[in-house]
């Protein structure tokens, strides 16, 4: 679920389909409980918030209004269940959302992230989350005494976060294009002075000094008749420095890096008339080398890339729109998407061009055809197999069919990362995983593909970790991070942090262990991998402690805990922690198989643990099947986490089940 303030109040769903609110009181209750940031509202604060005058059943309605916003919330809630996101706490109501579910708080986070972050990354960072800006905060309730100082603070934070994108722009030497933002900015907000000075800065720059003192005197002549002052003392230096032409003014000048970007956009903006199908191709390569910059780089690059893709596909030129999406082959080494909604779409989009480019097959299809394998990862059917959930598993093999006959090293690197998205079809696969990653290395290294020698990496990182072999990961680990280094790429660091967290967990004690979790888990503040993200720091807490023994500190977990998609497999062992019996058996009866990816045979892992201690022998049973392909395994394969060696797992199992003098395999799941 997605709220949005930014603007007029909204809510949508996981697909990006909006969400019926029903009438104003309704979206009132919402926003005061988003306002609150997590805190409980009194009802009776609540009712004096929606009503000068309040009706005499005030507080009944407001329940109502409760429990309508629930509904359009949680509406896959079974009945009489606990609300998980909007519960009652005492006499009140508090929004349990998580923190990237609400655009303001990301907002927020956004621009208290970019503070730390260098030129690039935080304007890549703010120039996202200025995105999400649709209108005035809270523009519903504009005239709302509860929302005034709410909706003035963040539009003192939007002004703030124009004013700091300029500042990296034109730290990154970028002024041409700053100025046109800024022009903007000081015109609807002429009392700013840092904007006067940034506007004066950028022009300056940009090699118009006449325009740049024009603007000082602008600024001087509107503060003079409309506030009767002269303008504060930085501004009055920054006219002294653009007179005498002071060497700091302009450090990038000295900059040939910063100057030769700068021809080259020019020359090109100037060369390549707007609208042309050359713009977009060059755009679809901007956003694949802008993805690799860091965490802002990445959500932008997304966005931008979908757009791009739409817009070639509306052109009607399947072999345009199949270049667009072919060009973005960033190497993928995580299961779960950071999209799901985009990533269907792109899917969608590239099996539609593939119908309409006929059948021969050459780079275009290949890369169509990785592009499906890529973005569908984590789709293997997780019960019996169907047609649909097989197709992204057949385009991965041929991609792989055509990239090889074509001998084209980066075509087949992009397909083989393909390959490894849909290599997950039964536990204890390491061994074929480690023979793709390996591959992927080798071509990467002698054609010098530098992400894709980063994807080998870490894709061996995770085999060698499956099969327990942490000195061999931490080669792998040393020069993935000496390529981030060498070619600046900030993101590759968040996987070898947490294997390094992980490695933790086998060598060292425990608090140094979950120090060291806490630690990685710094690394994805900013870094635009929520599929990577959600859940996994209090899912690690919980491997770690099943792996150390320590099942009381599992009973300790704050019950509000979000556990992202993970949830419903975590939950049996919280309830057996807690002494929950059955409770835990009934949800081990209704459990669905985890899905196929790199956590796998993590979770049925920590499933096999909790239906040990609940004695729910079916689902022993189930999980002895599901493990036993890897027993000569870890349960590491994800290089962020291990719950131990799964031949472990699989002894706990037996000694369980033979207690029952019975060790017969059940299977929910016939391709097993």
């Given at each position: 679920?997605?709220?949005?303030?930014?603007?007029?109040?909204?809510?949508?769903?996981?697909?990006?389909?909006?969400?019926?609110?029903?009438?104003?009181?309704?979206?009132?209750?919402?926003?005061?409980?988003?306002?609150?940031?997590?805190?409980?509202?009194?009802?009776?604060?609540?009712?004096?918030?929606?009503?000068?005058?309040?009706?005499?059943?005030?507080?009944?309605?407001?329940?109502?209004?409760?429990?309508?916003?629930?509904?359009?919330?949680?509406?896959?809630?079974?009945?009489?269940?606990?609300?998980?996101?909007?519960?009652?706490?005492?006499?009140?109501?508090?929004?349990?959302?998580?923190?990237g579910?609400?655009?303001?708080?990301?907002?927020?986070?956004?621009?208290?992230?970019?503070?730390?972050?260098?030129?690039?990354?935080?304007?890549?960072?703010?120039?996202?989350?200025?995105?999400?800006?649709?209108?005035?905060?809270?523009?519903?309730?504009?005239?709302?005494p509860?929302a005034?100082?709410?909706?003035?603070?963040?539009?003192?934070?939007?002004?703030?976060?124009?004013?700091?994108?300029?500042?990296?722009?034109?730290?990154?030497?970028?002024?041409?294009?700053?100025?046109?933002?800024?022009?903007?900015?000081?015109?609807?907000?002429?009392?700013?002075?840092?904007?006067?000075?940034?506007?004066?800065?950028?022009?300056?720059?940009?090699?118009?000094q006449?325009?740049?003192?024009?603007?000082?005197?602008?600024?001087?002549?509107?503060?003079?008749?409309?506030?009767?002052?002269?303008?504060?003392?930085?501004?009055?230096?920054?006219?002294?420095?653009?007179?005498?032409?002071?060497?700091?003014?302009?450090?990038?000048?000295?900059?040939?890096?910063?100057?030769?970007w700068?021809?080259?956009?020019?020359?090109?903006?100037?060369?390549?008339?707007?609208?042309?199908?050359?713009?977009?191709?060059?755009?679809?390569?901007l956003?694949?080398?802008?993805?690799?910059?860091?965490?802002?780089?990445?959500?932008?690059?997304?966005?931008?890339?979908?757009?791009?893709?739409?817009?070639?596909?509306?052109?009607?030129?399947?072999?345009?729109?199949?270049?667009?999406?072919?060009?973005?082959?960033?190497?993928?080494?995580?299961?779960?998407?950071?999209?799901?909604?985009?990533?269907?779409?792109?899917?969608?989009?590239?099996?539609?061009?593939?119908?309409?480019?006929?059948?021969?097959?050459?780079?275009?299809?290949?890369?169509?055809?990785?592009?499906?394998?890529?973005?569908?990862?984590?789709?293997?059917?997780?019960?019996?197999?169907?047609?649909?959930?097989?197709?992204?598993?057949?385009?991965?093999?041929?991609?792989?069919?055509?990239?090889?006959?074509?001998?084209?090293?980066?075509?087949?690197?992009f397909?083989?990362?393909?390959?490894f998205?849909?290599?997950?079809?039964?536990?204890?696969?390491?061994p074929?995983?480690e023979?793709?990653?390996?591959?992927?290395?080798?071509?990467?290294?002698?054609?010098?593909?530098?992400?894709?020698?980063?994807?080998?990496h870490?894709?061996?990182?995770?085999?060698?970790?499956?099969?327990?072999?942490?000195?061999?990961?931490?080669?792998?680990?040393?020069?993935?991070?000496?390529?981030?280094?060498?070619?600046?790429?900030?993101?590759?660091?968040?996987?070898?942090?947490?294997?390094?967290?992980?490695?933790?967990?086998?060598?060292?004690?425990?608090?140094?262990a979950?120090?060291?979790?806490?630690?990685?888990?710094?690394?994805?503040?900013?870094?635009?991998?929520?599929g990577?993200?959600?859940?996994?720091?209090?899912?690690?807490?919980?491997?770690?402690?099943?792996?150390?023994?320590?099942?009381?500190?599992?009973?300790?977990?704050?019950?509000?805990?979000?556990?992202?998609?993970?949830?419903?497999?975590?939950?049996?062992?919280?309830?057996?922690?807690?002494?929950?019996?059955?409770?835990?058996?009934?949800?081990?009866?209704?459990?669905?198989?985890?899905?196929?990816d790199?956590?796998?045979?993590?979770?049925?892992?920590?499933?096999?643990?909790?239906?040990?201690?609940a004695?729910?022998?079916?689902?022993?049973?189930?999980?002895?099947?599901?493990?036993?392909?890897?027993?000569?395994?870890?349960?590491?394969?994800?290089?962020?986490?291990?719950?131990?060696?799964?031949?472990?797992?699989?002894?706990?199992?037996?000694?369980?089940?033979?207690a029952?003098?019975?060790?017969?395999?059940?299977?929910?799941?016939?391709?097993?």
């Amino acid at each position: 679920m997605r709220l949005q303030v930014l603007g007029p109040v909204t809510a949508h769903d996981d697909r990006g389909g909006p969400v019926a609110l029903r009438g104003p009181r309704h979206r009132a209750v919402l926003a005061r409980l988003i306002l609150a940031r997590g805190r409980a509202v009194p009802v009776d604060r609540l009712v004096e918030d929606l009503w000068a005058d309040p009706p005499a059943d005030a507080i009944g309605a407001i329940r109502t209004f409760v429990a309508g916003l629930r509904r359009a919330l949680e509406p896959d809630r079974a009945p009489r269940t606990p609300a998980r996101l909007l519960v009652t706490e005492g006499r009140g109501y508090a929004l349990r959302a998580d923190p990237g579910a609400v655009d303001a708080w990301r907002f927020d986070d956004a621009v208290r992230a970019a503070g730390e972050l260098g030129a690039e990354q935080a304007f890549s960072l703010l120039t996202t989350a200025l995105s999400w800006w649709r209108g005035p905060a809270y523009a519903d309730f504009a005239d709302e005494p509860w929302a005034r100082a709410e909706r003035a603070r963040l539009t003192e934070q939007r002004l703030l976060a124009v004013e700091s994108r300029a500042a990296a722009q034109l730290s990154l030497g970028a002024a041409a294009a700053a100025v046109p933002d800024l022009d903007a900015h000081v015109a609807a907000h002429p009392w700013r002075e840092d904007a006067w000075g940034l506007l004066a800065t950028a022009l300056y720059r940009a090699g118009r000094q006449a325009d740049a003192l024009a603007v000082l005197a602008r600024a001087r002549r509107l503060l003079a008749e409309d506030l009767g002052i002269d303008p504060g003392p930085k501004l009055r230096r920054l006219e002294n420095d653009l007179l005498r032409q002071a060497d700091h003014l302009d450090p990038a000048a000295a900059d040939p890096v910063a100057q030769v970007w700068e021809r080259a956009r020019a020359a090109y903006d100037s060369a390549v008339p707007p609208r042309t199908r050359t713009r977009l191709e060059s755009a679809a390569g901007l956003m694949r080398d802008l993805a690799v910059t860091g965490g802002g780089g990445l959500e932008a690059a997304r966005a931008h890339r979908l757009s791009a893709v739409a817009a070639a596909d509306q052109l009607g030129d399947p072999e345009l729109t199949a270049r667009v999406i072919g060009i973005y082959d960033v190497p993928a080494v995580w299961t779960r998407a950071d999209d799901p909604a985009q990533a269907r779409r792109l899917v969608h989009i590239a099996e539609r061009t593939l119908r309409r480019l006929g059948d021969h097959d050459d780079a275009d299809r290949a890369g169509l055809l990785a592009t499906i394998a890529v973005e569908s990862r984590g789709s293997l059917p997780v019960d019996e197999p169907t047609e649909a959930g097989l197709r992204p598993l057949r385009a991965a093999r041929r991609a792989e069919d055509i990239a090889r006959r074509l001998g084209d090293p980066s075509l087949l690197a992009f397909a083989l990362n393909g390959v490894f998205m849909q290599s997950f079809q039964r536990a204890g696969l390491a061994p074929r995983r480690e023979a793709i990653g390996t591959e992927i290395l080798a071509i990467a290294t002698t054609g010098k593909l530098v992400t894709h020698q980063v994807l080998g990496h870490l894709i061996c990182i995770q085999t060698r970790c499956a099969l327990g072999d942490y000195a061999g990961a931490e080669q792998h680990a040393e020069a993935a991070d000496a390529l981030a280094q060498r070619y600046e790429l900030p993101l590759v660091t968040v996987f070898t942090t947490w294997y390094r967290a992980l490695r933790a967990t086998v060598t060292t004690d425990l608090a140094t262990a979950e120090s060291a979790y806490e630690s990685a888990a710094t690394t994805l503040v900013g870094a635009g991998m929520p599929g990577l993200e959600h859940g996994l720091l209090p899912l690690a807490r919980s491997s770690l402690y099943l792996r150390s023994h320590a099942v009381d500190r599992i009973a300790a977990i704050d019950a509000d805990t979000d556990w992202g998609p993970y949830e419903p497999w975590v939950r049996p062992v919280l309830l057996v922690s807690r002494g929950a019996i059955d409770s835990a058996r009934t949800a081990l009866r209704r459990l669905p198989s985890p899905p196929r990816d790199l956590l796998f045979e993590a979770l049925w892992a920590i499933t096999a643990h909790a239906a040990i201690a609940a004695d729910e022998v079916s689902t022993m049973r189930r999980a002895r099947l599901h493990l036993a392909p890897a027993a000569a395994e870890t349960t590491a394969q994800s290089g962020l986490l291990d719950v131990g060696p799964v031949r472990a797992h699989l002894d706990a199992l037996d000694a369980a089940l033979s207690a029952h003098g019975s060790t017969d395999l059940e299977s929910d799941d016939p391709s097993a």
